[in-house]
């Protein structure tokens, strides 16, 4: 099959049309790893980096400078919007809520969320970013999944096991069906002012829904997620579900209307996508740790996730998750490489 001359190979590849190579990008591509990234933060901190369209601009393109990536991702952060409904919190460095939401009147106390008023400097900065992309690096858009962020609200605090909400969903859940609906309408308006600011795709983030088994998943978190895409389909941008950690929910997964699937390194890509289907694309999955070993282990590593991946279109090579801070850009830069050589097509 010949390559689609007409979107880059990002944007076919989730679309399972065929590419000139299998397109690459990493989670948290722009950020702590690299040394230009840890310059802008010894100057500013997190809260006002999100903040500033400039500079959050800025930090997005760094890596597209930097490495062959076939897409780039806007810098934000998933708390952003539930800042704009009305939530205090801090970074410390993940996201710290002096009251969390556990009553009714919390959850009805959110402010319905409006992108201009709210979060107008997350659509200033995708323009901006936008402005200084090649033509050939779509931008992504992303938002958490109301479960993700349903965890932090009632935490207040980030944790392993997120124990405080996921026995509060049992205990409450008629404040927890509250809170869902809010945030799936917070979401949808969010993700729908990004793409109409510029984002060329859509991401939703389930961080943790992974701690569900797959009858709580497909129970409490699923919903919400059908809800917040159903309310995208009719955009002309794909839409990529992460799922970290929810490899038995996948049947599950399988009933969502999305162009792609992001898995972590737990799960075979070529078993999920039997489970999947042809009609959707996958994204992933190498593990993140395996960026600190010697280069030709790390081609091997990354042959392997190509060889489970399969030969077809559709498969979009990324990490299983975020890189670490502590990795080194040269592997970076020698992953991306490889990537494109090892699936140059003619």
Not at 127 to 147: D, M
Not at 242 to 264: K, M, P, Y
Not at 285 to 307: I, T
Request: charged share 20%; net charge neutral; proline share 9%.
């Amino acid at each position: 099959m010949n390559a689609s001359p007409a979107l880059p190979p990002f944007l076919a590849a989730c679309r399972r049309q065929p590419t000139a190579h299998t397109p690459i990008w990493i989670m948290r591509q722009a950020g702590r790893y690299l040394p230009e990234y840890r310059k802008v933060r010894e100057k500013v901190g997190f809260t006002a980096l999100t903040r500033s369209p400039e500079l959050a601009a800025e930090v997005t393109l760094q890596p597209i400078r930097r490495f062959a990536f076939d897409a780039s991702i806007i810098f934000s952060d998933i708390m952003v919007p539930i800042e704009g409904m009305g939530v205090a919190l801090e970074y410390a460095p993940g996201p710290i809520i002096a009251e969390p939401v556990r009553t009714m009147k919390q959850v009805e106390a959110l402010r319905p969320l409006v992108p201009e008023r709210d979060v107008p400097f997350v659509m200033e900065a995708i323009k901006l970013t936008r402005a200084g992309l090649p033509a050939h690096v779509p931008l992504i858009g992303f938002a958490g999944s109301p479960f993700t962020l349903f965890s932090y609200l009632v935490a207040g605090k980030p944790s392993k096991e997120f124990s405080v909400p996921r026995a509060f969903a049992q205990a409450e859940p008629e404040i927890f069906a509250r809170l869902m609906d809010r945030l799936a309408d917070a979401m949808i308006v969010y993700l729908r002012a990004q793409a109409g600011a510029g984002a060329q795709a859509l991401m939703l983030f389930e961080s943790w829904g992974g701690l569900l088994g797959p009858n709580d998943y497909r129970r409490i978190a699923l919903p919400p997620v059908k809800r917040i895409f159903d309310g995208l389909k009719d955009l002309d941008v794909p839409l990529i579900y992460f799922a970290n950690q929810c490899g038995g929910s996948l049947e599950s997964i399988a009933t969502l209307d999305v162009d792609v699937v992001g898995l972590d390194w737990r799960v075979s890509l070529g078993a999920a996508r039997k489970i999947l289907g042809p009609a959707r694309a996958v994204q992933g999955n190498l593990d993140p740790a395996h960026l600190f070993a010697g280069p030709d282990v790390l081609k091997s590593r990354v042959d392997e996730v190509l060889a489970d991946a399969g030969p077809g279109p559709g498969h979009i090579f990324n990490l299983g998750h975020g890189i670490w801070p502590e990795t080194d850009p040269d592997a970076v830069a020698r992953l991306v490489d490889y990537v494109h050589e090892k699936t140059a097509r003619k």
